[in-house]
């Protein structure tokens, strides 16, 4: 910048002087090189390098007489004041700066073209520094509002994962403990089988709630055990198995040819599945479901469905305790600019729909 400056500085003043004197002084050259050097330090004592490049021009205006303009050391000193100190500062500052450009042959009484045309350069200075400035405390306010968006989705999302995982473990549990209860004494086998199931839910419940709080947890040490990868179309066997050793008996069929998802859609389509068989747990009473997962050219699509009969309002409204049920699955399905329906069936039952459309080269055709 300081290097910048001095050079323009100095061919503006070799033309002129050339143009009025027919010489370039070299004592005005060494005053043009000085009056840049206290660029270095603007930003540090910005009043004082104004007030030494303001001296060193009415040095350079005595002892070299041509018309004298706004140089870029002035204009980079001033700008900084603006920007930088306050309101009084400012305007004893462009006092300074106006009687640097006054031509002292002039006076007392300066020439108006000469006058007029100093103020309108430091007004445009002025004018140039307070709107780069509103400009730059507007960026800043809407990169604030950015990231506060982004941290409150991204809590909603923890929020969404926390919820479907304790909705569906606990769920599978408590379950699972009524059923080891109540085999306890007439069939150990049963019993013990469902302790291992209730054993390995918790453990694949705290699993997955330590990976979400590792979230929260950015920018600390990372623990040198490997985090597993997050759960997908991969895993549905697995949930309908627990689904049915929690005692709703579940079905599962795949239609179309199967193909790498992408991680995002895969998660989500495992949740959906996830939430849907843990209400129908909850709210079908005696039933049967099924899941059906459709791999399209341009999209995946997955059903869940039950026969069930109980608390179809409770599904309806899908509010299972915590607000973040068939809401939830929904603003899943939306982020990926999918759609998901919900709700009764004609006589009995449930039916929760998705479908997330696929971008050319994420798993479709």
């Given at each position: 910048?300081?290097?910048g400056?001095?050079?323009?500085?100095?061919?503006?003043?070799?033309?002129?002087?050339?143009?009025?004197?027919?010489?370039v002084?070299?004592?005005?050259?060494?005053?043009?090189?000085?009056?840049?050097?206290?660029?270095?330090v603007r930003?540090?004592?910005?009043?004082p390098?104004l007030?030494?490049?303001?001296?060193?021009?009415?040095?350079?205006n005595?002892?070299?007489?041509?018309?004298?303009?706004?140089?870029?050391?002035?204009?980079?000193?001033?700008?900084?004041?603006?920007?930088?100190?306050?309101?009084?500062?400012?305007?004893?500052?462009?006092?300074?700066?106006?009687?640097?450009l006054?031509?002292?042959?002039?006076?007392?009484?300066?020439?108006?073209?000469?006058?007029?045309?100093?103020?309108?350069?430091?007004?445009?200075?002025?004018?140039a520094?307070?709107e780069?400035?509103?400009?730059?405390?507007?960026?800043e306010?809407?990169?604030?509002?950015?990231?506060?968006?982004?941290?409150?989705?991204?809590?909603?999302?923890?929020?969404?994962?926390?919820?479907?995982?304790?909705?569906?473990?606990?769920?599978?549990?408590?379950?699972?403990?009524g059923?080891?209860?109540?085999?306890?004494?007439?069939?150990?086998?049963?019993a013990?089988?469902?302790?291992?199931?209730?054993?390995?839910?918790?453990?694949?419940a705290?699993?997955?709630?330590?990976?979400?709080?590792d979230?929260?947890?950015?920018?600390?040490?990372?623990?040198?055990?490997?985090?597993?990868?997050?759960?997908?179309?991969?895993d549905?066997?697995?949930?309908?198995?627990?689904?049915?050793?929690?005692?709703?008996?579940?079905?599962l069929?795949?239609?179309?040819?199967?193909?790498?998802?992408p991680?995002?859609?895969?998660?989500t389509?495992?949740?959906?599945?996830?939430?849907?068989?843990?209400?129908?747990?909850?709210?079908?009473?005696?039933?049967?479901?099924?899941?059906?997962?459709?791999?399209?050219?341009?999209?995946?699509?997955?059903?869940?469905?039950?026969?069930?009969?109980?608390a179809?309002?409770?599904?309806?409204?899908?509010?299972?305790?915590?607000?973040?049920?068939?809401?939830g699955?929904r603003?899943?399905?939306?982020?990926?600019?999918?759609?998901?329906?919900?709700?009764?069936?004609?006589?009995?039952g449930?039916?929760?729909?998705?479908?997330?459309?696929?971008?050319?080269?994420?798993?479709?055709?």
């Amino acid at each position: 910048m300081t290097i910048g400056v001095a050079a323009l500085d100095l061919i503006g003043f070799s033309l002129t002087t050339q143009s009025e004197l027919g010489h370039v002084p070299v004592g005005g050259c060494l005053l043009i090189v000085a009056t840049a050097l206290p660029l270095l330090v603007r930003r540090r004592a910005p009043l004082p390098v104004l007030a030494v490049i303001v001296a060193l021009g009415l040095v350079l205006n005595v002892t070299v007489s041509i018309t004298q303009h706004f140089t870029g050391a002035v204009v980079v000193a001033l700008y900084t004041v603006v920007r930088t100190c306050r309101r009084t500062q400012v305007v004893a500052s462009l006092l300074g700066v106006l009687l640097l450009l006054s031509d002292p042959s002039s006076w007392p009484r300066p020439s108006l073209m000469d006058s007029l045309s100093n103020i309108a350069a430091a007004v445009i200075v002025v004018v140039a520094a307070v709107e780069v400035g509103r400009w730059q405390r507007d960026a800043e306010a809407r990169r604030r509002g950015l990231a506060d968006r982004a941290v409150a989705a991204e809590r909603r999302r923890i929020a969404r994962e926390l919820h479907d995982i304790v909705a569906h473990h606990i769920t599978t549990m408590q379950l699972m403990a009524g059923g080891a209860r109540a085999n306890l004494a007439r069939d150990t086998d049963v019993a013990k089988e469902a302790l291992l199931t209730l054993e390995a839910s918790g453990r694949t419940a705290l699993h997955e709630m330590r990976q979400l709080l590792d979230v929260l947890r950015a920018g600390d040490d990372v623990e040198d055990e490997p985090t597993q990868p997050q759960p997908g179309v991969g895993d549905l066997e697995r949930i309908v198995a627990e689904s049915c050793r929690a005692g709703l008996p579940t079905a599962l069929a795949v239609r179309g040819e199967e193909r790498p998802l992408p991680p995002s859609v895969g998660l989500t389509v495992f949740r959906i599945v996830q939430e849907s068989l843990t209400n129908a747990r909850r709210h079908a009473g005696t039933a049967r479901a099924e899941v059906r997962l459709t791999y399209e050219p341009r999209a995946v699509s997955v059903e869940i469905s039950d026969d069930g009969t109980g608390a179809g309002i409770s599904r309806t409204s899908g509010d299972t305790g915590s607000g973040y049920g068939l809401m939830g699955m929904r603003e899943r399905a939306v982020l990926h600019g999918g759609t998901l329906e919900a709700g009764p069936l004609d006589g009995a039952g449930f039916r929760v729909a998705a479908t997330l459309p696929l971008a050319v080269g994420q798993g479709a055709l």
